[in-house]
């Protein structure tokens, strides 16, 4: 047997499964970088698909149809594998029986409605299907064994964002996964996880590095590499900023940091169980795969270049206690009680003598709870259609290049980071 740090843990997000000639590509990265090597390889959704199960499921959940939607996402999916593997070999099959129980479950939701403090738990057994249907096509066209995670990655009942049970999770992947490895590689699914009475949990948007980086803490792999769209980590998102550099190296505190504040290109939770084991994280482009990419890990490196990270669909909520008094200690618990409660993370905060500010991310359902929650002792104010902008290892000319022409709603700065909170400007081009 070999020894299990020789194991490699691959992570193909949405864009890199997003169509035939995509998975085609993955197929070709597979046989050429990871010959000799036991390899587990997790898939996230195709494309877009978890946006499109989002609107299916809201259509379902409200009762009203979503047939129409329903349809467009199988014959996209089917599509797919009769491209691959030709017309008749799609007819009957895991496809088919996948594409069935999604089906079936979206009609169990209507009629008679489900009550509303159902949802999330809905939402996580609708979601789960993007990464399933993605895993069988993508095994099948490796010829790999394909893996359902759901009763492996043990989680609470935290719906939509799964906390891991180490101890169990770890036992279980520790117990299953060396004797499939040996016998060739493994495909699972990335973002899913199951409770303890087998219910599906998702780990929260975009967790498929996330659940590379629980895999390969289980069973200390050499290394994890996530393969993206773009050359590697860059200073800044390539979507928004003009003239972003890559991180040949950077560490994984400077990485977390950077994940914290919105980096989208890594999902803030797969830093830390590598971090513990020291497992290094390599981003590397499915479009240039042979390039060097970025390599996170252990250590110091040369100051970085300074590092833009934008964050929109943000709101910013002020609350005033009623009657003048101070902003108390007493004040804050009762508003991070309901914050925590509601489940809106604070991005950013700020109090002054008798308000309070946080810049959370928008959501019109968390949103209206909290504010039935504290509309009694505090008077409340927000904005929504916000963006927030952190520039890590800022210096007067990036200070200068983000600020101006924007009026900024909120603004902080320490030793090495500033960020601010400014409405949205319409996009006339790169930053
Ligand atoms: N600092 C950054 N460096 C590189 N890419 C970034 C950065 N911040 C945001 N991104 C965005 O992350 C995207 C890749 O991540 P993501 O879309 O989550 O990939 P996938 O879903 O395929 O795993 C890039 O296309 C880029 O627009
Ligand atoms: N499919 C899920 C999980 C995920 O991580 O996707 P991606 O790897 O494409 O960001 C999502 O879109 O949230």
Known sequence: MQEPHSLQVYKFGGASVKDTAAIRNLCRIVREHAAQQQLLIVVSAMGKTTNALEEIFQLAFTGQDCGPKLDALRSFHLGVAQELFGQESTETGQLQDLLAQLEQQLASLQPPPAPADTYDQHYDQIISFGELLATCIVARALDAQWLDCRPLLRTDHTWREGRIDWPTTEWNVRDQLPTLLQRGPVVTQGFLGGTPNGLTTTLGREGSDYTAAIFAYCLQAQAVTIWKDVAGLLNADPKFFADTVRFPQ??????????????????????????????????????????????????????????????????????????????????????????????????????????????????????????????????????????????????????????????????????????????????????
């Open 250 to 431: 950077i560490s994984y505190q400077e990485t977390i940091e950077m994940a914290y504040y919105g980096a989208s290109v890594i999902h803030p939770k797969t830093i830390k169980p590598l971090a513990v084991r020291q497992i290094p994280l390599l981003v590397k482009s499915f479009l240039d795969p042979t390039a060097e990419g970025t390599r996170i890990g252990e250590g110091r490196h040369e100051p970085l270049a300074p590092a833009f990270i934008r964050k929109d669909g943000q709101c910013l909520i002020s609350f005033e206690s009623r009657d003048l008094t101070f902003i108390s200690e007493e004040n804050l618990e009762v508003i991070f009680g309901a914050l925590a409660q509601v489940r809106l993370k604070i991005n950013m905060m700020q109090n002054s003598a008798i308000s309070f500010s946080v810049c959370t991310d928008f959501s019109a359902y968390r949103l209206e709870k909290l504010l039935s929650q504290l509309r009694d002792q505090f008077t409340i104010h927000y904005n929504t259609e916000l963006e927030l902008y952190t520039i890590k290892n800022y210096d007067p000319a990036s200070l200068q290049r983000l600020t101006t022409g924007r009026e900024l709603l909120l603004e902080q700065r320490s030793r090495q980071t500033f960020q601010f909170v400014c409405r949205a400007l319409p996009v006339t081009g790169l930053l």
